[in-house]
């Protein structure tokens, strides 16, 4: 979506840039503000105020008082004019989000997910939006991006999903293609830990640091790293798949070549396998298992321990090729108090070099907000960037 009908020259577009960065994050500021922060000039300032302003991106405050001289007005952003959608779609739950283009959420919603998995699972997401906008009174014509978030790897030419093996049935759908169609709205597609990363980035303990490491462990096991800012990726979108990593159990058999031998070791189905060759009850969810070990009971502790030393040595191999400044541990099962101490103590054991390890601030939602998060810089980089020069845009911070 263009700010004119014939979009403007690069150098106006860097310069309308400048402008929504300090409107963003600043606030309400008057045109004379803009051009001191900017170095911008007054008449370039009142084009671009006035090209924003009739395009709606932009709006007038109020006056400024109590100042020496002329009042002046302020401008800030229409909050109104555009939203985007982010979605964590899991294999069990699915949560949805609609923010504003300052970055504000209106609406979010959270259901099991089908479990018939495929096309099922996009008809829901396409009417939990539906669900959210009546609620919100939102035009859908005004939600201009979506971003989902999704375990697995895609495909960079033919949006296929692949290593995502909790998922049922949605490897040979374009998922970003087909929800476009029915959201009416561009698309991005995401790796939901990738998401997690971001997410911790924009709202959680990962604020103003550039090189961060987010490991998920949880129904399902993912790495997603932040060098400088940017995502890690790799030559084909697998950097981060660390459930493959050859330890934990054995690498060679059936199960780790499906699904990775580290995630045969300590996600969730893993460790309940564990704890019921170790002599416990079959069945039994790591939920239980965790607050088992918390009651001390000798088994469930000695499942928890051996987990926090796999994961510990992970850490620490992430460590040793990354160097993040932190290390963020979310899932269901990696933020549990319980685990975060074994894993500390893991890394005590195998390591004489200071990690900082800490639980993921967001919890479950870490995954929703960096989709947010992914949204908005994309809708940001559509209406307010130079398209030959997209960038990572940095977020303001949440109100």
């Given at each position: 979506?263009?700010?004119?009908?014939?979009?403007?020259?690069?150098?106006?577009?860097?310069?309308?840039?400048?402008?929504?960065?300090?409107?963003?994050?600043?606030?309400?500021?008057?045109?004379?503000?803009?051009?001191?922060?900017?170095?911008?000039?007054?008449?370039?300032?009142?084009?671009?105020?006035?090209t924003l302003e009739e395009a709606g991106w932009v709006r007038e405050k109020g006056v400024t008082t109590g100042r020496i001289g002329r009042s002046a007005i302020t401008y800030e952003v229409n909050g109104t004019a555009g939203y985007a959608v982010g979605v964590d779609m899991g294999a069990t739950t699915t949560r949805v989000v609609l923010g504003n283009i300052v970055g504000h959420i209106v609406g979010e919603v959270e259901y099991p997910s089908d479990r018939r998995g495929g096309y099922h699972q996009l008809e829901q997401v396409e009417a939990a939006l539906a669900r959210i906008?009546?609620?919100?009174?939102?035009?859908?014509?005004?939600?201009?991006?979506?971003a989902i978030a999704t375990p697995g790897v895609v495909e960079p030419t033919t949006g296929a999903l692949s290593m995502a093996p909790n998922l049922v049935d949605?490897?040979?759908?374009?998922?970003?293609?087909?929800?476009?169609?029915?959201?009416?709205?561009?698309?991005?597609?995401?790796?939901?830990?990738?998401?997690?990363?971001?997410?911790?980035?924009?709202?959680?303990?990962?604020?103003?640091?550039?090189?961060?490491?987010?490991?998920?462990?949880g129904t399902g096991i993912g790495l997603g790293v932040l060098q400088d800012g940017k995502l890690m990726r790799g030559a084909s979108g697998a950097a981060g798949e660390i459930s493959y990593l050859p330890f934990g159990a054995d690498p060679y058999s059936e199960d780790s070549l499906e699904r990775g031998a580290l995630e045969c070791a300590i996600a969730a189905q893993g460790i309940s396998d564990f704890y019921q060759r170790s002599g416990g009850a079959k069945d039994t969810s790591v939920r239980d298992i965790l607050r088992l070990a918390e009651e001390e009971d000798p088994i469930a502790a000695k499942v928890i321990r051996k987990v926090g030393d796999i994961a510990a040595l992970l850490i620490v191999s992430v460590n040793a090729i990354v160097d993040p400044t932190i290390i963020i541990i979310g899932g269901s099962i990696g933020r549990h108090p319980l685990m975060v101490q074994r894993i500390r103590e893991g890394i005590a054991k195998a390591s004489r070099r200071r990690i900082t390890v800490e639980a993921s601030a967001l919890g479950s939602r870490a995954t929703l907000i960096g989709a947010l998060a992914i949204g908005l810089n994309h809708l940001?980089?559509?209406?307010?960037?130079?398209?030959?020069?997209?960038e990572q845009r940095r977020l303001p911070p949440p109100v």
């Open positions: 979506m263009a700010l004119t009908e014939n979009a403007p020259p690069v150098l106006r577009q860097i310069s309308v840039r400048a402008v929504m960065d300090v409107l963003l994050h600043t606030g309400p500021t008057s045109r004379a503000d803009l051009s001191k922060i900017t170095g911008l000039s007054k008449q370039t300032m009142s084009e671009v105020i006035r906008l009546a609620e919100s009174g939102v035009a859908r014509e005004h939600v201009l991006v979506a949605l490897g040979s759908i374009n998922i970003a293609r087909t929800l476009a169609d029915r959201l009416a709205c561009p698309v991005v597609l995401e790796n939901d830990v990738n998401a997690a990363a971001i997410g911790e980035s924009w709202q959680g303990h990962a604020v103003a640091i550039d090189t961060v490491a987010f490991i998920s462990l940001h980089n559509l209406l307010f960037s130079p398209q030959a020069l997209p």
